[in-house]
């Protein structure tokens, strides 16, 4: 039989808000154990939640972002449940009035048509603490410090129906975030993560199967891995003539599997209901209208001017708008130097790889944009060669200097004599007498044999295309 398989993913994120979403505990990363966790957040008889306004500034951000229903008046409610790192018996969250509706989020393919995926929702809500299990002997620890943490949890329409697919929307999600500057993006740190609902259902059938639910995906390399397991054990499971368990389950990195954590709940397994201690939010036009305001230039509007303005192809645009920070740089760089196809392989190409290499976030980069651009621009003025650039990239990355101190230090500053390179083409042509005969008589694939001679001998200072048209000149004489 013919299968199809049918996702849906939701996107635990944190946001970047100084302070917890119903307590002025702080959520940075990293503090001691229990060290950030007040009375609010322990779930203290007595203690009121009283809502932090920045993480409802940052969900509107987020609704408007995605061209969403806003939901001008949302409740929180209490989901309830017990478990170690939950000291309230509950969790607040939203439930029937979240505060964004539906949405969609356009994803750009590999084969490069775009795939629409529908929004179902997007609530508030706040993270429950960790449980320790390592360096705990028969035991384990819980640290509180994540408790009360404001997230948003997104939630998708069934829309997915591969795994790679739920790897660009995973990607397209995360970048978009990171745009309106309201969540890390840290998936190390839990600041993103994602579960993935898969099922199986017969090819044409318009009935969803029983689907597994596996729990927090933190990388995107491990999702893939993850669902495609997942897809594998379903069809097996079903071509076997049993039937897929409703469940949540977990994926194993190690052994390349996901394995059965718990029987999968339902809403009303929660007995949800409105929180008595919060009032519902009311939002008023004005607040949606200043929210609106603070938008960025989002990265599908970006990536169509990057076409339009710098003359690039959707390929280079998309690349380079897929992170912030690398757009910024980028058009730093232009505004320098001009070129936008030369700063666009530049920036894609020597310039990512040395970042890659060193392990090194952008903003770590010992090579500022400025610095890139003029090193661009001694190539446009035949001040350096293409060829020479990577070394005088390579002592920039190093804190040798600039483009124009480096060139000085070791006199790199390419030739454009024509008579010095004439000079230098005559006499790679005379201590080559044979290999000249041989492309006079037709051996033409020998013309890069006097190129890469000329270059060496010029120690690769050698104006190329002035090279070029020398051989070529005196070559076919």
Known sequence: MEWEVVIGLETHAQLSTRSKIFSGAATAYGAAPNSQACLVDLGFPGQLPVLNKEAVRMAVKFGLAIDAEIGMRSVFARKNYFYPDLPKGYQISQFELPIVGKGEINVVQEDGTTKTVGITRAHLEEDAGKSMHEGFAEHSGIDLNRAGTPLIEIVTEPDIRSAKEAVAY??????????????????????????????????????????????NLNSFRFMEKAINYEIERQVDVLESGEKVVQETRLYDSDKDETRSMR??????????????????????????????KTLPELPDVKRARFVSDYILSDYDATILTDSRPLADYYEAVVIVCKESKLAANWVMGDFSAFLNKDNKDLAESPVSAEMLGGMLNRIT????????AKTVFEAMWAGEGDVDTIVEAKGLKQVTD???????????????TGQVEAYKSGKEQLFGF????????????????????????????
């Open 170 to 215: 995973a990607k397209k999600l995360h970048a978009l975030l990171l745009y309106l500057e309201i969540c890390d993006g840290n998936m190390q740190e839990g600041s993103f993560r994602c579960d993935a609902n898969v099922s199986m259902r017969p090819k044409g059938q318009k009935e969803y199967g029983t689907r597994a639910e596996i729990k």
């Open 263 to 292: 029987s999968k709940e339902e809403a009303n397994d929660y007995r949800y209901f409105p929180d008595p201690d919060l009032l519902p939010v009311e939002l008023e036009q004005s607040f949606i209208e200043g929210v609106r």
């Open 381 to 388: 003025d035949n001040t350096i060669s293409g060829k020479i």
């Open 418 to 432: 024509t008579g010095a390179i004439e000079a230098i083409v005559d006499e790679v042509m005379a201590n080559n």
């Open 450 to 477: 006097f190129v890469g001679q000329v270059m060496k001998a010029s120690k690769g200072k050698a104006n190329p295309a002035m090279v070029n048209e020398l051989l070529k000149t005196k070559l076919n004489s």
